[in-house]
């Protein structure tokens, strides 16, 4: 892997798994107990304080739509690494420098992985058994300027950002990797580090199963580091009579959504046009249950973001 065309994206949180169905580490918090809005509020100010450039983002964008929101530190891990001496792509190589999984025991056996690569991080290291269901752990020890920047999550985004199990995605091509829309079931918080190449992550609203409202794309670079609250982690994205987000990045046939018709007929797709110049721009998707059988999208439309953070408590309250 290189930066120019591969990104890295190790996630932090209450869980962690090689693959979906594989062996799960950590314990699950508590509903409520995943960042909420008002505390990346707080998080994001104190931020902004210390002199980082840091971005918070509404992404209840409909009075309907439960508080979520994203924060997005940039140039994090240079600004942490720095004093060693380091920066982000000092972090990339020694990541990029792992011995990663490329099977996924899934279907009932072991195949190869494609869409991406996958590791795990915890305090203690495994051989992968993949026929078990076992991937490979690397040591935090291991890896130590990966830890150098992951101890530092708890003097900047509080005591909830402690003892998270990591969780690396490998897209070794940006152009052919990636991952569809979901939302992350198997945690309720997600303290994630950006490397490599830039590549944007996306957000979509679902309710009963099917699309609704605007795209939010958000530009993330080498180094970035995000933050979900809860809602936003989509651990709930499962259920039907409520909305759920869910998140997706890569290249185009993972962030493109196939919307069916009530009877299961494909009506279309959905697609969004990438980020450029930082700025996020989106674009309206079909409704499952609009009568225009159409596959031509609405024209596009440039936000720098979603809603103001601060509109946050007029759209309601966090409902996960």
């Not at 069916?260 to 721009?281: D, F, Q, R």
Request: hydrophobic residues 35%; aromatic residues 10%; charged residues 30%.
């Amino acid at each position: 892997m290189n930066s120019k065309r591969s990104t890295i994206t190790l996630t932090y949180g209450d869980q962690a798994e090689n693959h979906k169905g594989m062996e799960m580490l950590g314990t699950m918090v508590d509903e409520g107990q995943g960042f909420q809005v008002e505390e990346l509020k707080q998080i994001h100010a104190k931020l902004i304080e210390k002199g980082f450039k840091a971005e918070l983002h509404a992404l209840n964008t409909k009075p309907e739509h439960p508080a979520a929101a994203l924060l997005v530190v940039k140039d994090f891990a240079d600004r942490v690494l720095k004093p060693l001496g380091k920066n982000k792509e000092d972090l990339f190589l020694e990541q990029a420098r792992l011995e990663v999984d490329k099977q996924a025991f899934m279907y009932g056996r072991v195949v190869n992985k494609n869409a991406r690569w996958n590791l795990c991080f915890d305090d203690t290291a495994q051989e992968p058994d993949y026929q078990n269901g076992k991937g490979r752990i690397y040591s935090f020890s291991s890896v130590p300027l990966t830890t150098a920047v992951t101890d530092t999550f708890i003097d900047y985004f509080g005591p909830k950002a402690a003892a998270l199990k990591g969780e690396g995605n490998y897209y070794y091509d940006v152009n052919e990797c990636g991952i569809g829309f979901h939302g992350d079931s198997e945690r309720r918080k997600v303290v994630a580090i950006r490397l490599g190449a830039s590549l944007p992550i996306h957000y979509q609203w679902f309710y009963r199963g099917s699309p609704v409202g605007e795209r939010m794309i958000f530009k993330l670079d080498g180094g970035d580091v995000y933050v979900m609250s809860e809602k936003t982690v989509g651990t709930d994205w499962k259920k039907k009579v409520v909305y759920t987000l869910r998140h997706a990045t890569g290249c185009s046939k993972f962030t493109t959504i196939a919307v069916k018709k009530e009877g299961g007929e494909k009506k279309g797709k959905a697609s969004a046009k990438a980020v450029s110049k930082g700025k996020v721009i989106e674009r309206r998707i079909f409704q499952a249950d609009s009568s225009d059988s159409s596959s031509e999208e609405e024209a596009p439309t440039e936000k720098r973001g979603a809603v103001s953070i601060d509109e946050l408590t007029k759209k309601g309250s966090q409902k996960d």
